[in-house]
Structures are given as structure tokens and as C-alpha cells.
DNA sequence: GTTAGCACCTAAAACGTTTTCGTTTTTAAA
DNA sequence: TTTAAAAACGAAAACGTTTTAGGTGCTAAC
């Protein structure tokens, strides 16, 4: 049985729908009589109140949206359980939409999600966006924005992201402690901020131990849905340009395991002739031989947070409280595992 | 600058809201100098029309909701790709929640999806869902329903699923005809359907190759967030009870990967010593050493047509057409890697 | 100079709520 | 019995659209 609405049961009972309105809502000037008989019939008629009038009214909708580069990603999928787990505590829906990472579709579906007057938007940018109208043009028009993992430095909203630079720099630095005195780096597209920190950091962590930082060891990756036959790829093409390499900072997991099966299959050993580190800790890491030292990126506390974020200011705008734009820095964590050398293990053995 | 309203353009002119209406939904009774007035001061003073308004005019709201058991998953992310690119491509948005396979959860988020009042739902049920009076609720108010891969036959809806049963047979099969004689099956959770299909047709197989069906070479997987350490587990347990198995067939990837690595450690080779077959293609497997024989699930695909289905349910229902359900089965693949003999490839060899 | 026809425009209802403000009815006090 | 206060109810506007049905005012034809 389809649900009723306030008007049939005002009919049924001869009263007004005012009446049944407030009845409902247990308004104090309603009596008890009239409160029972309303709330019996609107339980026999299923009465639920209309999403779309009540949205209407009260110019919001309990709903977000959320702008993803790719769905099929370990990282962004744990991204969003986050968002949808914390969302569904605060009694709000979550609209998804895919970017496929580019600039256009991205601008788009802003443009979708601000028709559809969702109560606030979530983002993580395109590796191709690198205008930012379509971004000020919401928080413009009053609509929270919140950011995450890839954002945009000159947009003033909300951020929820890692240090990625500092990452990188102990994900190098934990290179250099295990012994590789020459380290290259597969580096991800030139314009997400992301990439852009990773590189920094594995410069800043070769200056800061006194190698020479040296740019022909530094190979690009689209990074996209091709990561593992890139791995590959950069993996033969180092090995023809530099024989002398030992270590490889990679900037996603799936590049690294790319590398790690062409150097196998090359005869190479790793670590003993390479170690490799990676980045996110991609759920096959720890699966595959050897296992894969990775920072673990925490994907559903970012989005726990970044949905926190956005309800603190959709609350705040809706009470006319002013808001606060906080970039939010989480914790990262260096897991050690098979494709690095354990030299601290061996240390400790000579002082058995 | 927020969006105008009919109204205000209509003030601004000093004509009525129905001649602004009428005129940006180009009416012929409208002049062509008043149409132009009124899309000039629209573009300027950015109108757009309120979603909020037209939802509760037109009963429908372009968005659709989608109930999946888990998102960090490679099959289902897939899966929510497909609907999400054929949702966009027919304008439709997709509200998406996670019923964490709990059937409690998912009956509390179909009632949110119906008072929310979503043109369509799109379901994939929780291993725990064994009572369907939630799905048949939402039928009886007439709201499109289909569902996907975890479906309950019982439910008179569209369903859009692969043949388990025979993609399972064909993986058995591809194991007797590799030459084991001895085949475990670690199988699903009891109650969905799947599960179920898959563990028949390994046993269909079986019978007919004439091979024995032994109930103790069936091990029990929940399939959840320890699959790994569950393909371990059992792997372990699969040895000690039964040292003459030379092949298993495995419900889900992510066991079977656990119970090679597992295997690996304690010195048994695959496939030389065990053969193994997966199931769903997970990426990992085909980037593991040795690669995984596996069957590969067509999620993108399965996305798309359910979602195909459920919009040719919402426009035959909104245009009083007769709707017709349909099940739709998708076509599986057995990929052939290195975790079973390539006993063709030695044959030819043979006949060279 | 009436009338038909046309071009253009508007009023109003409807979708389903909520809430303010006013009106009616009841109760209690004078 | 009158009056004041309290209790219970309802009318109406508002949110922003669309569309039907009904005007206007004009031109052209008789």
C-alpha cells in the first residue's frame, strides 16, 4: 500500500490537515483525542512524510554528493565507505558521481550536484583539473565544499589530506637506512598536488642525506588504469639507462608491483639487488612475494573525516555560525615489509 | 550568485510566473521578444530550476538507490561503476549504501530508499537475507526493483546474475580435464544463492567425470573481510586432513590467493604438487606468482544492465506500459593461467 | 460595426508539507 | 448569566514549479 498523505487522512477523520500536521508532530495544542486518531490511521494508511515537499520546505535534502576520480581503487573505495558509514550516522544519503579523472565530466557533475541542490559537496580532483571556477563558483554560492587526498591548494575550503611529502621523504629515507645508496623514482602526473609532494619529498630526503639528486632517474606514470604494465615498462627502461640503481621509490602500489614482476622475471632480486617501496598500501601488497613496503594511506578515516567536516559546516551555515575552513593532516604509516631489506633485523642479530 | 526563481525573474519584467515558465520551456504562445527578455535576465540572474520544486511536481526524482553488501570489493566496485556510468548517460543520480551484509541494515536502508521516495532501487542482497517480505514491500508499492549477482529467486523482480553453476562446473571441469583426480572445494557462506550454485556445480562436475563426491573435501569460507587468512586456514586444514588432494577448486579469489601463499610456505608447488581455481578475477590474481586460473565476472557489464533494466521499469511504469521481468544471465570466462597444468600446451608438444 | 480568429498573456490549482496567526469552542471564575 | 482565560482547531501562506483554462486586445473580414 502506497503511503498516504497528511490531506487523505484529514479527510477520513473530518478535520483539518493543519490538525493532522501538528497531531503528528505532537504539538501541544492538539488533543489527546485527536492525536490518537490520527496516529492510528496514519499507521493504517502507512502515512510517510514526502521526501520532495519536505525538501522543498525546508530548502534541504539530507543528501551530499561526491565527486570520485575512480571507483575500482582500493584507496578511493575505502574513501568512500567512510563518507557513506559516517553519512548514514548523521541520517544523510550520499550521491556518487565518477570523474574518470577528467577536467570536464568533473565540472560537469558539479554543476549536476549544485542543480540538484544537494546540502554540500565532497571532491577529490580530476589529475586533470587544474582550473578552479567551477570550485569557487559553489562556495560562491554559499554551498559547503569539502576536499580530500587530491585538492586544490588555492581553493579556500576544507581539507582532509596526508603529508604527502612527508610520507615520501621517510618512505626514501627508509631506503637509504636499508643501504641503497642510488635511488630512483617513479613519479605520478605532473599536476595533482599529490604527486607533486611525493617527488618533493624524495628530493628533500636525498639533499638531507647528501646524494646527488639526479633527474634522469626520475620516471613519469600516468598512474591510471594501465598502472601495472607501466611498472613494467619503467622497469626495463631503468635498467637499460642505469645499471647501478638499488632502490626505487614508487609512487602507487600497483606501478611497484608492476616493476617488482619485470625484475623478477629479469633475473633481479628483490631487495638484495633493488628494494622498492610504494604507496597506499593497495590490499595486494602484503599478498604478493615478495611482499611490498608501502605507506598505508588511511582511505576510511579520510573519508570519516571528510564527511565530518562537511556536516560541522552545513550544520554551522544552517544556524548562521560561522565557518571555520580546517585543513586536516592525517597520520600515514611506513609498513616494512619483504621488498626492503631488514638491516635493523641484522643489526640486532650481530648484538645477540 | 544563488540561483533565481521564476518568481523573480517574473517581478523583474513585470509579467506573470506562468508567461516566464512558459517562455523558457519555449511555448508557442509566447512572443519571441518576451521569450528573449526572459532568457536574458534568467542567464543573468543564474536561474535554474529547483530540483526540490520539480521532484514534488513531477513524483520522480532522477536518482535511484543501490544497496550493495560492500564497497571495498573489486567485483562489486566494479559493478557500481557500470550502474553509475549508465545512470549518467540516462541522467539519472545513484544514492548508494552499504548493508555491511547485515540484514537488519538493509532492511532499515530499503525503508529510507522508499521514503526518500527514489525512482528505482538496485539491490544485491546480504549474506544473511533469508526473509525477502522488505523486497516484496517495495513491490507492492509498485516501486522498481531489480536485483544483481547475490539475488533471491523467490522475489518476483528482475534479476541480473551470471550462471554460477556452470561457470563453476566449467572450472571443475578445467581441473579434471588438467588431470586432477582428487578435488577439494573451499566453498561460500550456506545461504546465497550463489554460493550455493557454485558449490552444485562443482559437485555436477564431479558426477559427471565420474568422480566420487566426498562431503569431507568441502571446506566452509565466510568470504569476508578475512578471506586471506581463511584460504590460509583452511589450506592448512585441507593438508592435514587429506594429503592425496591435487586440485581445489576456491569460491572466491582472495581464499584462494591465502591458500597459495600458504602453500608456497610450506614447500608444496603449484600446480605441479595442487591445482587451483578462483573465482571472480580479482586484479591481484592476475599479478601474483604463480597467476591465478580463475573465472572472470563481468561486473561493469552487470552494472550496466541493471541499470538498463531498472530505467526501462521506471519509464514502461511511468508511461503505463506493461513491465516484464527479465533475468538476464551474463556470460562468465574461464581465464587459464599458472595456477593449473596447461596439459594442451604438453600435448602439443607431443604432436610436434 | 459586429464578429471571428489570432496572438499573447495570466489566474489558479496542484504537488505535500509546516507554521503563524486567527477563530471557535470549552472550561472555570465572577 | 456573563466574562475571561484556556484549549482545540483551522485558514492561509509559503516553498518553486507546470499546465489548464480562461481571459485580453488586436486584426481582418463581412
Redesign the interface.
Known sequence: ???ATLKQIAEQLNISISTVSKALKDYPDVSKKTKDLVNELAKDLNY??????L??RN?E?K?IGLIIPE????FF??V??GI??QA?EKGY??????SNESYELEKKQIE?L????VDGILISLANGTADYAHLNEVL???KPLVMFDKIAKLVRCSKIVIDDRKAAYLATQHLIDTGCKRIAHFRGPLLPQNSIDRFLGYKKALEDNNIPYDPSLVYLCECGEHS?EEGKANAQKLLQDHNDVDGIFINTDLVA??AI?EF?KMGIKIPEDISIVGFSNW??SS???PSLTTIDQPGFLMGKNAFKQLHLEITNLKNNLPIVHQEIILQTDLLKRESTKDITAKKNKLHL
Chains 1, 2 share one sequence.
Open positions: 500500500m502506497k503511503p510517510k512524510p514526502n521526501a520532495f515537499a525538501n522543498l530548502k535534502s543528501t571507483i575500482v581503487h582500493h573505495s575505502s568512500i565507505k557513506i558509514s548514514e544519503l550520499v550521491i556518487i558521481l565518477q549536476l549544485m542543480n540538484q541542490r560562491a554560492q554559499d601495472f608491483i608492476g614482476n623478477k590490499h595486494m599478498v604478493i612475494s
